[in-house]
């Protein structure tokens, strides 16, 4: 992982490489939103900019802080969430309807984006503190059950099952890394799929919908399988080389809804092909392999699972979008990370990334204590 | 028994290689799916590309439809029979109507549209999809279609179009022979779901040539190509596609000889058919009294239809092909060919006492005709020598004869239904009525009455064959194949028929006051008429009946008479009697082809005498219809009298 033309010392100040890709890729969703627009910084470029200018500090702020801050504020910072998700479902039983954000005036603060990086740090913090010896018996599994499963429920009462899978989803990661027997996974698995039908059952109409349109989304073309169709049919006209910048039709004409927002992939395959669908999931892969990366060097338990955990998170963002875009997953709305237009998603990543980069530069600091 | 297995004992090491295989297995599964995706997105785009594509361009592009130009109809010598006219036409959008309300308010003032119209026009728009277009109004002159054009800007969905309408110059005398057109029914656009069968201006053939020939002439349709939005928003005008003209059909008609023929007939109510002897060429097929196909193919008043409806002379029925009259003593020809088939010495004479005994009962002959041989029995029409004839060659070997000559067969020309009429034989009675074959059927027969029933078509081609000696099949396109083998007879026994019926007209016969004015150029021919219904003691349905009981009249000939080109049947119906309605049509339109002027100077007279040309006359009937109707119904006597055969 040397980069030749930055002196090392430098390098090892300062993670340029990372910063590099991350810019890269922000950079290259800034385009797209400006193609979206119709070839115009307003409405969604410029704002998204700034929030990326922002947010870019921010990771670069936490990654000054060292590894020892995140293993002391995991836990509070983890109950603090989830009493905010509570407050979120109170309030939201006040007011009725689907509610996921407090309102403080000046930003709408939605807790359940803080909790996929917050049931990382919580997990691993657990097992680091977790006896060695226990990590096989009873005692290494229902508490983490309990960490999980409490935001997860909230999550999916507000209702957004794209997070609440999220959460599972990363706290499952960690928990697999822990060492936990391989039984309780593959039993999990099983138990599961046994459960799909009842928890179909259990889902809101919409979200049933969703589901039956995505195993068959012709049968409504204009309805809700409309998504699907028109994000594939964006994908597919675009071809290997795409039809130029500024000139998707599908995106500029309005037949791809939320080309800007969860849709925005397809908005970007339309007008730079299969070539830049390629560079931009080589660039999200580069930068998941950069955090497993983080985590295979790092020197604790804690630091291990929290940067593999950390960069599944933003793999699962990743994959879950682009499964969706391309009609290989029901339509879920989580956003494709650093390229949609929204702040939570972006600060989200950002925040995992400046944990990863804090990580990996403590790891540094300390030199090659393992 | 249960297998106790050792509690596995965790440390640090074992701990640090379990997460090392662990993150290993968690970072190919990352990579995994990031190829899976990968690979979607290639099947996607790269496989599939050409599906996709072209679903996003049926999204972008939204297309409205120009119908074709419809292939030109020519006649044998490329004079147009029908063309395309310029039309100035409005429709409107339906997704750029802005005030719709407002925008008909404006239309209304500028083109003067009737309730009905606007009544027509909203129902329309309540029906329309997306940017199907719906017609205000066609056939506008430059006045009012420049009074819309100009405001264009200020009325969003008015669309001011130059379209092409049918226009058919020869009018009423090529109605039945090419057909019409008009806008395709809702029955047509179910069937086909075709988009083009409902766009404005779209014509199909509706009768004759136009509707069994509608897939050459059609063409292909063009399309004005337009960016939109999801929401049906115009962005900009894409290329259009130019329309495909239809084919260009030529026909063997003579345009000249149709229209003349057309005005010939006059305020009859006839048939008149030309076929070219050397190849089957029909030259002129005339059914009158007819329609304007131009009215028709502009859409026809529901006044204009009653009238062509009520008229006892039938101007809807294409009479060369759809009627069907007994040939009478036209049929003569056929009985004689069957005697000469048969053997018979064509100098046997017969007795004519004036009439012939079968059993009790007395056939009559029109007079009393003393000896008579094959050609005299021809130029004087004897009834009795045929009726001895049919006797002894028998009623097969007749009707045998008759089919030879054309008679009872349907040809293989584009109209929508032929009749081919009835050739009477033992076997067909016994099918038919289930009864045995009479002696007195033969009779009747022998002399074209009775069972037999033709087809001015029919006949012409029966004139065809006598004059040409050879099985000629009758063809209308210009590129159908010539059929023309001999017939089943020797050629110097045709002869004898041939100078038999030379002998009617220019002879002792009974046409001779219809012979040709012409320097050496003959006709022969044959006349014929046929009793409409059967009237006691013989007497015969003339002035003293009502029109419509009073005898056909017919007449076969052909030109010259030596060596014959041109082939020629005239049915006048009610018209008496073939020598003094149907022969002297034959003889004008005959001379047509070989002198014009001196035919054009004729017509010149008899059109001065019955009110002008066909044009002039149907707009006159058309006004005197329309007041007749506004008072009660005139006395049955007066309306017969505007009627009677020229």
């Given at each position: 992982m040397r980069l030749s033309i930055v002196p090392a010392r430098i390098a090892g100040a300062f993670p340029w490489r990372i910063i590099l890709l991350v810019l890269a890729i922000g950079g290259f969703g800034l385009t797209v939103l400006y193609s979206a627009a119709g070839g115009s910084i307003s409405p969604w470029a410029f704002t998204q900019g700034l929030r990326f200018a922002v947010f870019t500090g921010l990771a670069i702020a936490l990654s000054r802080l060292r590894e020892e801050f995140w293993s002391a504020i995991a836990l509070p910072g983890y109950a603090i969430t989830l009493v905010l998700l509570f407050a979120v479902e109170l309030a939201g039983a006040v007011r009725g309807g689907s509610q996921r954000w407090i309102d403080l005036g000046f930003i709408r603060l939605q807790p359940s984006e803080f909790m996929k990086p917050g049931i990382v740090l919580a997990l691993a913090a657990f097992y680091a503190r977790l006896p060695i010896g226990q990590i096989r018996t009873i005692t290494a599994v229902w508490p983490a059950a309990l960490l999980i499963g409490m935001p997860a429920a909230l999550v999916m009462l507000q209702p957004d099952l794209g997070t609440a899978l999220m959460i599972c989803a990363g706290g499952g990661v960690v928990m697999f890394l822990a060492g936990l027997p391989m039984r309780l996974f593959v039993g999990g698995a099983l138990a599961l799929a046994a459960a799909l039908p009842i928890a179909f059952s259990m889902l809101h109409d919409y979200q049933r919908n969703r589901v039956l349109i995505f195993l068959d989304p012709e049968a409504d073309p204009l309805g809700t399988g409309y998504h699907i169709s028109q994000s594939k049919i964006a994908i597919g006209s675009g071809g290997l080389f795409g039809k130029g910048f500024l000139n998707g039709t599908q995106s500029h004409l309005d037949y791809l809804p939320e080309g800007h927002t969860d849709f925005v992939f397809a908005t970007m395959a339309e007008e730079w092909g299969l070539v830049g669908g390629v560079l931009l999931i080589g660039g999200f892969l580069l930068l998941i392999r950069w955090g497993m990366r983080v985590s295979a060097r790092a020197p604790n338990r804690f630091s291990r699972l929290t940067a593999a955990g950390l960069a599944s998170t933003i793999f699962f963002y990743v994959a879950i979008n682009l499964m969706m875009v391309m009609g290989l997953?029901?339509?879920?709305?989580?956003p494709l990370p650093l390229v949609s237009f929204g702040g939570s998603a972006m600060m989200t990543v950002m925040i995992c990334i400046g944990i990863l980069m804090s990580l990996d530069r403590s790891a540094r600091g300390m030199g090659s204590a393992r | 028994m249960k297998r106790t297995r050792p509690p596995r004992v965790v440390t640090e090491a074992t701990q640090a290689f379990s997460f090392a295989r662990r993150s290993f297995v968690l970072g190919g599964a990352q990579l995994g799916l990031g190829a899976l995706l990968v690979g979607r997105m290639g099947w996607l785009s790269v496989a599939e590309n050409e599906r996709y594509s072209l679903l996003a361009e049926s999204n972008r592009v939204n297309m409205t439809l120009v119908p074709p130009r419809r292939g030109w109809i020519v006649d044998r010598y490329g004079q147009p029979i029908a063309t395309n006219r310029a039309d100035f036409r409005i429709d409107l959008i339906p997704e750029r109507l802005r005030d719709r309300d407002a925008t008909i308010a404006a239309l209304r003032r500028l083109i003067g549209l009737t309730d009905e119209d606007v009544a027509r026009i909203l129902q329309d728009l309540e029906d329309a999809r997306g940017y199907q277009p719906v017609q205000v109004?066609?056939?506008?002159d430059w006045d009012r279609f420049a009074a819309v054009s100009v405001r264009q800007a200020d009325l969003p969905g008015v669309a001011p179009v130059r379209g092409w309408s049918r226009h058919y110059p020869d009018g009423a005398a090529v109605g039945h022979l090419i057909g019409y057109v008009g806008p395709a029914s809702a029955k047509q656009y179910e069937e086909t779901r075709d988009p083009l069968y409902i766009t404005p201006g779209f014509k199909i053939g509706k009768d004759g040539i136009e509707k069994v020939l509608e897939d050459r002439l059609r063409g292909r349709p063009g399309a004005k190509r337009v960016e939109v939005t999801a929401r049906g928003r115009p962005v900009r005008e894409l290329t259009d596609r130019p329309d495909v003209a239809g084919q260009q059909l030529k026909l063997t008609i003579d345009a000249g000889l149709q229209l003349y023929a057309a005005r010939r007939l006059g305020n009859t109510s006839g048939s008149v058919v030309v076929i070219d002897t050397l190849s089957g060429d029909i030259l002129a097929m005339v059914s009158m009294p007819s329609y304007d196909p131009n009215s028709f193919s502009d859409g026809i008043s529901h006044d204009e239809w009653d009238m062509l409806s009520s008229d006892e002379r039938i101007?809807?029925?294409?009479?060369?092909?759809?009627g069907l009259y007994p040939p009478g003593s036209t049929f003569k020809p056929a009985t004689a060919l069957a005697a000469l088939r048969a053997g018979v010495d064509p100098e046997r004479t017969v007795n004519c006492p004036g009439g012939y005994q079968l059993g009790n009962r007395f056939f009559r002959c029109l007079?009393?005709?003393g000896p008579v041989n094959l050609h005299r029995a021809i130029a004087k029409s004897c009834n009795t020598y045929f009726y001895t004839m049919g006797r002894e060659v028998g009623m097969d070997g007749v009707a045998a004869a008759a089919r030879e000559l054309g008679l009872g067969a349907e040809y293989p020309l584009p109209f929508p239904s032929q009749r081919y009429g009835t050739v009477p034989d033992p076997a067909w009675k016994q099918r038919r009525f289930d009864q045995a074959w009479t002696q007195s059927d033969t009779l009747n027969a022998s002399i074209g009455q009775g069972y037999i029933l033709t087809s001015p078509l029919q006949l012409a081609v029966q004139a065809a064959r006598i004059a040409s000696g050879r099985a000629l099949v009758p063809r209308i396109l210009a590129n159908a194949p010539i059929v023309a083998p001999p017939l089943d007879v020797p050629t110097e026994r045709i002869g004898l028929i041939r100078s038999g019926m030379d002998e009617v007209v220019n002879g002792a016969g009974t046409a001779v006051r219809s012979r040709l004015q012409l320097d050496g150029i003959r006709m022969g021919g044959k006349t014929g008429t046929a009793q409409v219904r059967r009237i006691a003691?013989?007497?015969?349905?003339?002035?003293?009946?009502p029109w419509k009981y009073r005898d056909h009249g017919l007449f076969i000939g052909f030109a010259p008479?030596?060596?014959?080109r041109y082939a020629a049947s005239v049915v006048i119906e009610h018209g008496m009697s073939g020598s003094g309605a149907a022969a002297p049509v034959a003889r004008d339109v005959l001379t047509y082809l070989f002198d014009p002027p001196q035919a054009m100077e004729t017509l010149s007279r008899f059109e001065a005498e019955w009110g002008g040309d066909i044009e002039t006359r149907m707009a006159a009937q058309a006004v005197a219809w329309k007041a007749a109707k506004a008072e009660p119904p005139p006395a049955e006597a007066d309306a017969d009298t505007g009627r009677r055969p020229a």
């Open positions: 997953a029901p339509v879920v709305g989580i | 109004a066609t056939n506008l101007p809807l029925t294409n009479k060369t092909v759809q007079g009393r005709h003691g013989g007497a015969r349905g003339g002035l003293n009946v008479v030596d060596n014959p």
